[in-house]
């Protein structure tokens, strides 16, 4: 399995996630789809397993798939929000530095998959 050790903004990021969602004034199925979101795509342990699974599958590129499913996941959470919600900058401001938060943990997962390769 992929281990990603030393990713200081998984679990800062995860929290800070967590604590705007638990305290945004969202409809409920909104904050459900937004929480299971943030439970797959900036959960370490998560990210990990599925690395693990498209890479034991050979996956042609896997960490493309997993950024490809993660915004695909995110755009379908906006079906759950009502519309005021859908045009609200805020919750968009939201929506996209989530896309930036995970990006930038596949990011270090990538490098230090590469890192482990390179030392074995």
Excluded: C
């Excluded at 996956?59 to 493309?64: G, I, K, S």
């Amino acid at each position: 399995m992929t281990s990603i050790e030393d990713i200081e903004i998984s679990d800062s990021a995860k929290t800070h996630a967590v604590t705007y969602l638990q305290n945004v004034e969202i409809t409920e199925r909104y904050r459900t789809q937004l929480f299971q979101w943030v439970g797959t795509y900036l959960d370490e342990n998560t990210l990990e397993n599925i690395i693990a699974y498209k890479r034991s599958a050979d996956w042609d590129h896997p960490f493309e798939s997993i950024r490809s499913e993660a915004e695909k996941d995110l755009e379908l959470t906006t079906l759950y929000a009502s519309r005021g919600e859908q045009y609200n900058i805020d919750l968009m401001v939201f929506e996209g530095n989530l896309l930036v938060l995970f990006n930038e943990l596949l990011s270090k997962a990538m490098e230090h998959l590469e890192e482990k390769i390179v030392a074995h």
